[in-house]
């Protein structure tokens, strides 16, 4: 085993019947829900005040694509990469913990902006706390559930994602009319009301830390017949991972593995550079593409460090096809979903002319439903098809590729009211089948102590290709194709909307790959583990 890598896992006789979830085990997971419903309500409220903010601080579609995308996404994949080692290694519980008073903080900063920077930069303090939350909870939810039930469990979990989504929608017009009404000068400090809306929800974050601080710890492995011994020094590899992954900290990383390691690290980054460079010379955008060179420069100087510190957990995860597609095939689900989940209001507002109350109940109760709904049966489909094909989880993911095609093209081309919010209503049930789906499909291709780690790759492709891009390129191409209206640009954010159907074609080719190699990939799981210098 290479040195410093940070646990052992030794297989154990199984026992005579897999392990049932305990009804503590529903309690966790309940918990669990209600901190991933806080999570999203902090990420998503920024949709409902996308029209509001632009008029006080004068940003662009581009622009406010870059803070509901990449200020947020780039930071919380980073960051989830060391804190998925951490909670490989540390108390899950704590760390959540811990996260969650962090992001709910930040959340409430974020109400105190007075331009696009210092939001910017606030978002990106959310975006680091909320890397705690799904590489711990997954973990414990892989933890407390046996392999049977993972999906399930982990497509309840998901469900957070949808209800907090949609009532950050409903929080947000809400607190910011009610506010505005009260005060229409502007309140205490000066704030108006979609400042007030930000601390609305950022306070209550603050108490429900306590309450997860407060649930137990699960034995490691335990569900899956095996012992894992934790690092003994979780802290000191944590800091070890954050000097691989922040630059410029990287070339020094990348140093001490010798010179061809240092040279290819700078070429990465030269590359990089290059890219952003010729980017924002097209767009004009340099946060957008200097944080997205950035983002991808660190985990490639993160990915080429685990290589040789971990080469098992490397091999199991960044060397599987069937791993990659997978994650960047659901990539491309979640770059659909989070532009659509980010501005399909401000179009009710500006192209329907939707009341933002009106527009926030609809649009919040059918994101919700529409999540739940599609997340669970999704979850629970995709446990009945692994019974009989060990691919079959991914047949569940192309649904989340494929489904929302028609509902999208049909729900931002009419003018009826009542349709727009009906295909709307179908596009999230189809798009959200597929995440428990993935995600447990990922989960099966690596060894229990990686399980964080995992996680943390897997919401690489969620967040710097799905929240880096999907908002940005929707805000991007709705400005491109703007025309001018009483001397004043106005961005076609109907045009932008439909350019997501592109991305549709590239997620199928890549989970038709992943179709036909998972089942050799989980056969081969531990044969592939030993050869890379796993003891199992």
Same mark, same amino acid.
């Given at each position: 085993?290479?040195?410093?890598?940070?646990?052992?896992?030794?297989?154990?006789?199984?026992?005579?019947?897999?392990?049932?979830?305990?009804?503590?085990?529903?309690?966790?997971?309940?918990?669990?829900?209600?901190?991933?419903?806080?999570?999203?309500?902090?990420?998503?409220?920024?949709?409902?005040?996308?029209?509001?903010?632009? !008029?006080?601080?004068?940003?662009?579609?581009?622009?406010?694509?870059?803070?509901?995308?990449?200020?947020?996404?780039?930071?919380?994949?980073?960051?989830?990469?060391?804190?998925?080692?951490?909670?490989?290694?540390?108390?899950?519980?704590?760390?959540?913990?811990?996260?969650?008073?962090?992001?709910?903080?930040?959340?409430?900063?974020?109400?105190?902006?007075?331009?696009?920077?210092?939001?910017?930069?606030?978002?990106?303090?959310?975006?680091?706390?909320?890397?705690?939350?799904?590489?711990?909870?997954?973990? #414990?939810?892989?933890?407390?559930?046996?392999?049977?039930?993972?999906?399930?469990? #982990?497509?309840?979990?998901?469900?957070?994602?949808?209800?907090?989504?949609?009532?950050? %929608?409903?929080?947000?017009?809400?607190?910011?009319?009610a506010w505005n009404v009260a005060y229409p000068g502007g309140g205490p400090l000066g704030l108006v009301g979609w400042q007030a809306a930000f601390l609305a929800v950022g306070v209550p974050g603050l108490l429900v830390a306590l309450w997860v601080l407060?649930?137990?710890?699960?034995?490691?492995?335990?569900?899956?017949?095996?012992?894992?011994?934790?690092?003994?020094? +979780?802290?000191?590899?944590?800091?070890?991972?954050?000097?691989?992954?922040?630059?410029?900290?990287?070339?020094?990383?990348?140093?001490?593995?010798?010179?061809? /390691?240092?040279?290819?690290?700078?070429?990465?980054?030269?590359?990089?550079?290059?890219?952003?460079?010729?980017?924002?010379?097209?767009?004009?955008?340099?946060?957008?593409?200097?944080?997205?060179?950035?983002?991808?420069?660190a985990v490639f100087s993160w990915a080429t460090n685990l290589r040789a510190r971990d080469p098992a957990t490397f091999k199991l995860i960044w060397g599987t096809p069937a791993f990659l597609c997978t994650a960047l095939g659901y990539g491309l689900v979640? #770059?659909?979903?989070?532009?659509?989940?980010?501005?399909?209001? +401000?179009?009710?507002?500006?192209?329907?002319?939707?009341?933002?109350?009106?527009? !926030?109940?609809?649009?919040?109760?059918?994101?919700?439903?529409?999540?739940?709904?599609?997340?669970?049966?999704?979850?629970?489909?995709?446990?009945?098809?692994?019974?009989?094909?060990?691919?079959?989880?991914?047949?569940?993911?192309?649904?989340?590729?494929?489904? +929302?095609?028609?509902?999208?093209?049909?729900?931002?081309?009419?003018?009826?009211?009542?349709?727009?919010?009906?295909?709307?209503?179908?596009?999230?049930?189809?798009?959200?089948?597929?995440?428990? !789906?993935?995600?447990?499909?990922?989960?099966?291709?690596?060894?229990?102590?990686?399980?964080?780690?995992?996680?943390?790759?897997?919401?690489?492709?969620?967040?710097?290709?799905?929240?880096?891009?999907?908002?940005?390129?929707?805000?991007?191409?709705?400005?491109?194709?703007?025309?001018?209206?009483?001397?004043?640009?106005?961005?076609?954010?109907?045009?932008? %909307?439909?350019?997501?159907?592109?991305?549709?074609?590239?997620?199928?080719?890549?989970?038709?790959?992943?179709?036909?190699?998972?089942?050799?990939?989980?056969?081969?799981?531990?044969?592939? /583990?030993?050869?890379?210098?796993?003891?199992?």
């Open positions: 085993m290479s040195e410093g890598q940070q646990s052992e896992i030794q297989a154990v006789a199984p026992e005579e019947a897999e392990p049932k979830a305990s009804g503590y085990s529903w309690y966790v997971l309940s918990v669990l829900v209600v901190v991933y419903i806080l999570n999203f309500i902090d990420r998503q409220i920024v949709s409902i005040l996308v029209v509001d903010i632009q !008029a006080d601080l004068g940003l662009t579609n581009a622009q406010m694509g870059f803070l509901g995308g990449a200020a947020f996404g780039v930071f919380y994949a980073l960051f989830g990469i060391p804190l998925g080692r951490l909670a490989d290694n540390w108390n899950r519980t704590k760390l959540l913990s811990i996260g969650l008073a962090l992001w709910s903080a930040m959340t409430v900063v974020s109400g105190f902006a007075k331009n696009g920077a210092q939001l910017g930069l606030a978002r990106m303090g959310v975006g680091i706390g909320e890397a705690t939350a799904s590489p711990s909870a997954y973990s #414990l939810i892989s933890d407390y559930f046996p392999k049977r039930q993972r999906a399930t469990a #982990l497509a309840i979990y998901s469900s957070g994602l949808y209800i907090g989504g949609g009532v950050s %929608l409903f929080i947000g017009a809400y607190i910011k009319e407060s649930l137990r710890e699960p034995k490691r492995g335990a569900m899956d017949g095996t012992k894992v011994v934790t690092s003994a020094h +979780p802290f000191r590899d944590f800091v070890y991972d954050l000097s691989t992954i922040v630059p410029p900290f990287t070339l020094i990383g990348a140093a001490r593995r010798g010179i061809p /390691a240092l040279i290819l690290n700078i070429a990465a980054a030269l590359l990089l550079g290059l890219f952003a460079w010729a980017m924002i010379g097209l767009t004009g955008n340099i946060p957008q593409w200097s944080a997205v060179a950035v983002g991808f420069y979640a #770059l659909a979903a989070y532009a659509l989940a980010y501005w399909t209001a +401000p179009y009710a507002e500006l192209v329907l002319k939707l009341p933002k109350q009106e527009l !926030a109940f609809w649009l919040g109760a059918s994101g919700a439903a529409s999540g739940f709904i599609g997340v669970i049966a999704g979850g629970r489909l995709a446990d009945h098809l692994r019974q009989t094909n060990p691919a079959g989880r991914i047949l569940v993911v192309m649904i989340g590729v494929i489904g +929302p095609i028609l509902p999208i093209w049909i729900g931002f081309t009419t003018e009826n009211t009542t349709l727009f919010y009906v295909m709307n209503f179908l596009a999230g049930v189809l798009g959200s089948a597929a995440l428990g !789906a993935a995600a447990a499909t990922t989960q099966d291709l690596v060894l229990p102590r990686m399980r964080g780690t995992a996680t943390a790759v897997f919401f690489l492709a969620t967040t710097l290709i799905g929240l880096g891009f999907g908002p940005y390129v929707v805000g991007q191409i709705a400005d491109l194709a703007g025309t001018m209206v009483d001397g004043k640009m106005q961005g076609d954010l109907r045009m932008g %909307l439909l350019s997501l159907i592109g991305v549709a074609p590239i997620g199928v080719v890549l989970l038709f790959y992943a179709y036909r190699s998972v089942p050799t990939a989980e056969a081969t799981l531990l044969e592939r /583990a030993r050869a890379a210098g796993e003891p199992v």
